[in-house]
């Protein structure tokens, strides 16, 4: 048994189709039986039943195919640790975000290190990180910043720290047509009746501020769209209105930013590895002077 015949395994129980394997894997369909024939003959169980459509995972390929995940999730840690390590000699920081990111003081600060450290590649990585990601996932970044919902898992992981920087307060954006645009301010009870407008990507809780459930106390609808442009043509239309932290969207012309003095501030920081490399330490330490509020 070896890591390629598991991950080819796994694979096949998800797509229920060896071609598909065989193509992934970039090798020939007959290679992917072979090998999970193989596997068969060491396991002595049949792993899988052929259909019509494909293949399908037998009661001991469903079986062992939760053993076989957790083993090649091992396998994947492991490479990365032993990828991170060695990074620790290498000029290249990897940065990621808990929340999509948009924060413009980030980008700016990161762009002015480039410009005074040119042999430093700072490699910014635009997916989110969840707060359910496996320990190996994170271990792949340097540097974090982590925005601290309701959830704290990534400030408990053994082997990080985390600096605090501040705190983002929440602003509701509506148009300049709106009869909202005059308030100095708004709590949840002044806009109860009105529709919320949200991304799509956001109706996970821990995304969403207000959450859903304060959303629905409050008798705020939601509405959810797939985009940032579609969210900021809706608003202007005035099917609704807009939260989030300050630090996020520029107003435009045409809208009004009015501050959410009912929300809680979002508490944001870096979270880091402990053990790290010199330029990684440089970095951090200049992220901190120019990021802490």
Do not use: W
Request: proline share 5%; glycine share 4%.
């Amino acid at each position: 048994m070896n890591f390629f015949q598991l991950e080819c395994f796994v694979m096949a129980v998800e797509k229920k189709s060896f071609a598909e394997v065989a193509a992934a894997m970039h090798v020939t369909q007959p290679t992917i039986t072979y090998q999970m024939n193989n596997l068969e003959e060491e396991l002595e169980e049949k792993l899988f039943s052929r259909t019509k459509r494909g293949v399908e995972a037998t009661r001991a390929g469903q079986v062992f195919y939760d053993d076989a995940r957790g083993i090649l999730a091992e396998y994947h840690h492991a490479l990365e640790h032993f990828r991170h390590a060695l990074s620790l000699t290498d000029a290249v920081i990897r940065v990621g975000f808990t929340r999509p990111p948009d924060n413009y003081d980030i980008f700016s600060a990161i762009n002015r290190y480039r410009t005074d450290h040119p042999d430093t590649v700072i490699d910014v990585e635009q997916g989110l990180i969840a707060s359910d990601s496996s320990s190996a996932q994170v271990d792949h970044y340097d540097i974090i910043l982590h925005y601290v919902y309701n959830d704290q898992d990534f400030m408990k992981l053994p082997g990080f720290s985390y600096t605090p920087l501040g705190s983002c307060p929440y602003y509701v954006l509506v148009s300049e047509a709106s009869p909202l645009a005059k308030r100095a301010s708004l709590t949840l009870s002044d806009l109860q009746g009105l529709k919320l407008l949200t991304l799509e990507e956001y109706k996970l809780s821990r995304f969403q501020v207000p959450s859903l459930e304060e959303l629905k106390k409050a008798g705020i609808e939601v509405g959810l769209l797939n985009d940032m442009n579609q969210l900021i043509y809706a608003i202007a239309d005035r099917a609704g209105f807009g939260v989030y932290p300050a630090k996020y969207q520029e107003v435009k012309a045409g809208f009004v930013r009015i501050p959410l003095v009912s929300q809680p501030p979002l508490p944001y920081g870096l979270l880091y590895h402990d053990t790290r490399s010199a330029a990684v330490d440089d970095f951090l330490q200049y992220l901190i002077r120019e990021l802490t509020a």
